[in-house]
């Protein structure tokens, strides 16, 4: 599937609670949490249940630093594969909630911080 055609084709579609508003937008996981959820859910909609239970519904959005999305998958070549052929159509799907918007899949091995570890860095937790 070509970019211009699947812009044309979820571009068309309204983002329903793209800004719920009771979402806290200074907590970063919170944001991560409900911007991927919009996404899984487009992602569903366009490749179907199977390819969306095989690569998808195992992906934890984990927390939003500096326009990155990080998504924690469940092993390394699943992250592989997934950067490798669906990277693009995840970054445009980011990128109707935030051009500016990207994000990066890695394992739990890889990840440079626990989620709670960076809360207390940023001072989201005291």
């Given amino acids: 599937m070509r970019k211009e055609s699947l812009m044309n084709r979820i571009s068309n579609r309204p983002l329903e609670n793209l800004f719920h508003p009771s979402l806290n937008y200074n907590h970063p996981v919170l944001v991560a949490s409900h911007r991927w959820k919009i996404v899984s859910d487009q992602l569903k909609d366009?490749?179907?249940?199977?390819?969306?239970?095989?690569?998808?519904?195992?992906?934890?959005?984990?927390?939003?630093?500096?326009?990155?999305?990080?998504?924690?998958?469940?092993?390394?070549?699943?992250?592989?594969?997934?950067?490798s052929h669906y990277q693009d159509l995840v970054d445009v799907l980011l990128s109707f909630q935030d051009q500016q918007l990207t994000c990066f899949m890695t394992t739990e091995d890889d990840l440079p911080l626990r989620p709670l570890d960076y809360l207390e860095f940023s001072g989201a937790v005291s």
Avoid: H, K, P
């Avoid at 199977?50 to 690569?55: A, F, N």
């Fill in 46 to 83: 366009l490749l179907g249940n199977d390819v969306y239970r095989q690569w998808f519904e195992n992906i934890t959005a984990m927390y939003i630093t500096n326009n990155v999305l990080i998504l924690r998958v469940r092993d390394r070549m699943s992250c592989t594969w997934i950067t």
